[in-house]
C-alpha cells in the first residue's frame, strides 16, 4: 500500500475514512428509539390528534441532530489531530471537520429515512446495513471507477459515500508526497557505468514517478507515484471537487428527511386512513 508521508512519518491514506466506521453504530442506535417513539405516537397521540404525523417525523429528526453535532466534534477531533498533527492550513482543518460534522448528520437523517417505514428495529438494521454496504463498495475506494462494470458505476455515481470519501480525501490528502512500500517499488540494475539518474535522467522529466537513489551504480528504486493527487486521480477524487461534493452530500441529507416523510405517508399513514375509512363504511 502507498504510504502518504506526514512529517516525514508515514500516514495511511484510509486514516481518513475512521468516521465511516461509526455510521452503522450510530444508526442501530437510533432506529430503536424512533421506532419506540412511532409506536407511542401511533397509540397515543394520533387517536387524541393531539398533534400531526408531519411534526412528530420533522421532531424526530430535528432532536437526534446537536447530538450527531457533537459525535461529529469529538470524532473529528480524535481523529484529525492524532493522524495529521494539526499542521495543515486552516481552510482544510476546517473542511475536513466540516465533512466529518455533515457525515453525521447525513447518517442520522438516513436512520430516520429507514426507521420511518419499516415495522422493527432488526429489519432496519437488515436494511441498512445492506444500503452501507452496497454504498461502501462503489464508492471507489476499493476499486477504481473506470474498472466498474456498468451497475456498480451507477451505483458509485449515486451512492453518497462517493462524494464524501472524494471531498474528504481530497481535502486531506491533497499534495502529500507518497513513499512506496518494498512491494511497490520498481527495481532494476543500472547499464554498466551508468548511475540510476544518468541511465533515467530523460525519462524523470516526463515521467510521474520519482527515483530514489540517484547515485547508485546497482538496484534502482523507482516509484510509480510522487504524491496523493496522482493516486487520487485514479479514483476520479479530484483537489477541485471538494466543495461541489460537499455540497452534494446535503442534498442527500435533504433528500433523507423528504424521502422519511414520504415513506412515513405511504406505511403508516396511508394504511391507517384506509383502515379508519373501511371500519367507518362498515359501522
Not at 47 to 74: D, H, M, R
Request: glycine content about 6%.
Amino acid at each position: 500500500m502507498h504510504h502518504l508521508l506526514h512529517d516525514g512519518k508515514p500516514v495511511s491514506p484510509h486514516s481518513i475514512l475512521l468516521p465511516l466506521e461509526n455510521k452503522k453504530l450510530t444508526v442501530n442506535r437510533i432506529m430503536p428509539k424512533f421506532i419506540g417513539r412511532r409506536t407511542l405516537y401511533e397509540l397515543r397521540e394520533r387517536p387524541s390528534k393531539t398533534y400531526s404525523w408531519k411534526v412528530f417525523i420533522f421532531s424526530q429528526i430535528v432532536a437526534e441532530l446537536p447530538w450527531q453535532a457533537l459525535l461529529g466534534i469529538c470524532t473529528w477531533a480524535s481523529f484529525y489531530f492524532s493522524v495529521y498533527g494539526g499542521n495543515q492550513d486552516p481552510q482544510r482543518q476546517g473542511l475536513v471537520f466540516l465533512f466529518v460534522l455533515q457525515f453525521f448528520l447525513f447518517a442520522s437523517s438516513f436512520a430516520s429515512l429507514i426507521a420511518s417505514a419499516v415495522p422493527s428495529p432488526v429489519l432496519g438494521s437488515m436494511l441498512a446495513l445492506f444500503m452501507f454496504v452496497l454504498s461502501l463498495l462503489s464508492n471507489g475506494v476499493m476499486q477504481p471507477p473506470s474498472a466498474l462494470p456498468p451497475f456498480w458505476d451507477y451505483m458509485h455515481r449515486v451512492s453518497p459515500l462517493t462524494y464524501y470519501v472524494g471531498g474528504i480525501s481530497a481535502t486531506a490528502l491533497h499534495g502529500r508526497p507518497i513513499h512506496c512500500s518494498d512491494r511497490e517499488m520498481v527495481s532494476f540494475d543500472a547499464p554498466a557505468g551508468q548511475t540510476c539518474g544518468e541511465y533515467l535522467g530523460r525519462y524523470l522529466e516526463i515521467a510521474p514517478g520519482k527515483l530514489y537513489n540517484w547515485s547508485s551504480t546497482g538496484k534502482c528504486q523507482y516509484c510509480p507515484l510522487r504524491s496523493a493527487d496522482q493516486y487520487l486521480a485514479s479514483r476520479d477524487i479530484f483537489w477541485n471537487n471538494r466543495w461541489r461534493d460537499y455540497g452534494i452530500l446535503w442534498a442527500y441529507f435533504a433528500f433523507n428527511i423528504f424521502g422519511a416523510i414520504f415513506l412515513y405517508y405511504l406505511f403508516r399513514v396511508l394504511p391507517y386512513c384506509r383502515a379508519n375509512k373501511a371500519k367507518k363504511t362498515k359501522s
